[in-house]
T-cell receptor, first 115, second 112 residues
Framework: GGIITQTPKFLIGQEGQKLTLKCQQNFNHDTMYWYRQDSGKGLRLIYYSITENDLQKGDLSEGYDASREKKSSFSLTVTSAQKNEMAVFLC??????????????FGAGTRLSVL | GDSVTQTEGPVTVSESESLIINCTYSATSIAYPNLFWYVRYPGEGLQLLLKVITAGQKGSSRGFEATYNKETTSFHLQKASVQESDSAVYYCALDSNYQLIWGSGTKLIIKP
């Protein structure tokens, strides 16, 4: 088995601040994802990556940057935190692209609060 | 765009009672999308519970079942007799062109 580790677990930022979230996986999976979940809503895809140094935008990519410098890690940057923003960011990985053929495995999440 | 609507929680069920969590979908990009139920147990990450990739088929796992009904565009999750360990948040999702579209989640509380 493997594990997905997201750091930090909790992130408190100031309005306008650039904030970076990190994700590491030891499954040796090719594809990694970043999702955002707002309270009472479903997950929305921000970015995904099908291999090292690849980046693909999801529906929610505006306001975020991502980086996949190594196969095992995928980082997400909030380029300018919005006041009163609160959300949970979930990282996931799968062997390959395509959720129907390749099960997604998720980390525990990073909870963001912006003051 | 594609969307998923599921029972708004929390849903409270007594142990050993039956459960149904409703899920309906709207798919404009594909006629018969693949459908999923994911679950998040307390303190754990989201994990796949079951999936069905053929309309009309039933998926099952851990005592849960869901049948893909293309006529009613539904994929309801059912269990005949719930246990305390089933307390979790359940998410319905569909595959829309290699991206998962998620419902908002249904929190299930089991009364002992």
């Amino acid at each position: 088995g493997g594990i997905i580790t997201q750091t930090p677990k909790f992130l408190i930022g100031q309005e306008g601040q650039k904030l970076t979230l990190k994700c590491q996986q030891n499954f040796n999976h090719d594809t990694m994802y970043w999702y955002r979940q707002d309270s009472g809503k479903g997950l929305r895809l921000i970015y995904y990556s099908i291999t090292e140094n690849d980046l693909q935008k999801g529906d929610l990519s505006e306001g975020y940057d991502a980086s996949r410098e190594k196969k095992s890690s995928f980082s997400l940057t909030v380029t300018s935190a919005q006041k009163n923003e609160m959300a949970v960011f979930l990282c996931a990985s799968s062997i390959d692209r395509g959720p129907s053929q390749n099960t997604l495995y998720f980390g525990a999440g990073t909870r963001l609060s912006v003051l | 765009g594609d969307s998923v609507t599921q029972t708004e929680g929390p849903v409270t069920v007594s142990e050993s009672e039956s459960l149904i969590i409703n899920c309906t979908y709207s798919a404009t990009s594909i006629a018969y999308p693949n459908l999923f139920w994911y679950v998040r147990y307390p303190g754990e990450g989201l994990q796949l519970l079951l999936k069905v990739i053929t309309a009309g088929q039933k998926g099952s796992s851990r005592g849960f079942e869901a049948t893909y009904n293309k006529e009613t565009t539904s994929f309801h999750l059912q269990k005949a007799s719930v246990q305390e360990s089933d307390s979790a948040v359940y998410y319905c999702a569909l595959d829309s062109n290699y991206q998962l579209i998620w419902g908002s989640g249904t929190k299930l509380i089991i009364k002992p």
